[in-house]
């Protein structure tokens, strides 16, 4: 009982974190661009204030993954590190604060904003869909399993923290667009290090860690799929789909730049 206050304590106090750097970094930007006297709409500055925290957090993330993933490298399964579990829970407020903050910058962005709540809430599901089932799903089902499975596999939650390793070139995308250099050397060399690092760090990371745990146990990668339980292969199935589809629209995007055809805004936000 003292781990789950603690824990909703850790909860709360970072999810208020996430939410005032997003108050701050949009505050700073909008003062800097008045300063600048550089045109720079009030939607496009939420934007770039979102991306800016989900780029500390990614950093944050990555450096807990790291950590865990070279001490518990020796025994996949049972070597343990306090990590795995305590960052589980700052991760679950950031899912949450970030649904808000794409719902904020949603109706930053629209001309007519509706009156009514219900329409305002369903206008941003129609348009976020995947990435706030995605968030859902971290925040509600696998938050919850990594920190309370029975303190085994930490490596494999210090793979899926690293899976955040791509997210400052995502995220550098979405500033480097609100800024109108989509036609720059830098958007183009960042698109390249954010698909790069996205392919592995999102996609490949869930081969390694069925090779990893056959390693250890001697066993082909169609014989850990066999072994495991079978939600182990169906949650990182559902992790794994949402990365699928994202790298296929940065692949995409990739090719329109290289046709001179520009991307939409709706081409540019992964998380």
Known sequence: MNRVVAGC??????????????RLSNHLMTQLF?????????????NMSEAIVSSLQAVASSVCGVVVVVSCRHDVMKAVHPLASWYAWVAGSYFIYD???MYQVHLASLA?????????VCSYLRRRTLLVLHHVVVAFVLVPVLVYRSGLGDFFVGCFYCVELSGPFTNMRVVLSRLGL???????VNGLLMITSFALCRVAVFPYMYFAYGTQYDLSIL????KIPVHCNLGSLMVLLPQVHWLRL???GAFKVSRGTPITEADEKID
């Open 182 to 188: 989509k036609t720059s050397r830098w958007y183009s």
């Open 99 to 101: 649904a808000i903050a």
């Open 112 to 120: 007519e904003v509706p009156k009514r709540f219900i329409d305002r």
């Open 9 to 22: 304590a850790l909860c709360s106090a970072s999810g208020l974190l996430w939410m005032g750097l997003f």
């Open 223 to 226: 014989q850990v799929v066999r």
């Open 34 to 46: 008045k300063a600048k006297k550089w045109s720079v709409s009030a939607h496009h500055i939420m």
């Open 250 to 252: 940065m692949l995409l």
